[in-house]
């Protein structure tokens, strides 16, 4: 059975200090992976997508993430954070050729000046 | 602008009205879905349509009633709700090929309801 964990759910960073957030997975399949940010009162934006190809993923925002299948994991990272990158993060996994969509329950990131 | 456009944004019923939610999207997607989000909860499918066929009713019960008219517009009536139904519903869409979908969801930016 798939499941996608993401391993703290809240985050708290300086602005312009690194940021990583967790996210391993089960999966039966090869799955694609996907990272989606939420801003308050916002829908689901995608940051960024691992569908079979590069195990390093670069997504907007200057976000990236890797596949790491002997791990599982496909955590999130950025070099410098910003202000504007408070949000909740949520870590996906699809199966079945994208018929299933598992959701990690978030990580909110706090940016502290 | 993700081309996935909800209305209203925000919507107050009392438990005995009816109302409905509307979904658009602009992308030439072909399945649609409505998500619910509650606070300190995981984001809960409820419905999936493809080719404006339900594929998926997620056990939601039957106050929700999902209309899919054509591919791109979803909406979800609303009657004889109650407060614990309050909650951020989301609409999203994807690319669905013969036998599966072949990309992500596009989320629209969510109607916050309110029951009282």
């Known amino acids: 059975a798939q499941s996608v964990t993401q391993l703290d759910s809240h985050v708290s960073v300086s602005e312009g200090t690194p940021v990583l957030l967790r996210c391993n997975y089960s999966s039966s399949y090869s799955p694609s992976l996907f990272w989606y940010v939420q801003h308050p009162n916002k829908g689901l934006q995608l940051l960024l997508k691992y569908t079979s190809a590069a195990t390093l993923v670069k997504g907007i925002n200057g976000f990236e993430a890797e596949f790491k299948k002997s791990e599982t994991s496909f955590h999130l990272t950025k070099p410098s954070a910003h202000m504007s990158d408070a949000a909740e993060y949520f870590c996906v996994v699809s199966e079945d050729n994208f018929n299933k969509f598992y959701f990690g329950s978030g990580t909110k990131l706090n940016v502290k000046p | 602008e993700t081309g996935v456009t909800q209305t209203p944004r925000h919507l107050v019923m009392g438990m005995t009205n009816k109302k409905s939610l509307k979904c658009e999207q602009h992308?030439?997607?072909?399945?649609m879905y409505w998500y619910k989000q509650s606070a300190k909860k995981p984001l809960e499918l409820m419905f999936v349509?493809?080719?404006?066929?339900?594929?998926e009713n997620n056990s939601v019960p039957s106050r929700f009633s999902p209309e899919c008219p054509n591919s791109s517009h979803l909406f979800l009536h609303l009657h004889t709700l109650q407060p614990e139904d309050s909650a951020l519903y989301l609409c999203?869409?994807?690319?669905?090929?013969?036998?599966?979908?072949?990309?992500?969801?596009?989320f629209g930016e969510g109607s916050r309801l309110t029951v009282l």
């Open positions: 999203a869409s994807s690319r669905k090929g013969l036998r599966a979908n072949t990309g992500e969801l596009f």
């Open positions: 992308l030439g997607h072909n399945a």
């Open positions: 349509y493809n080719f404006k066929e339900q594929t």
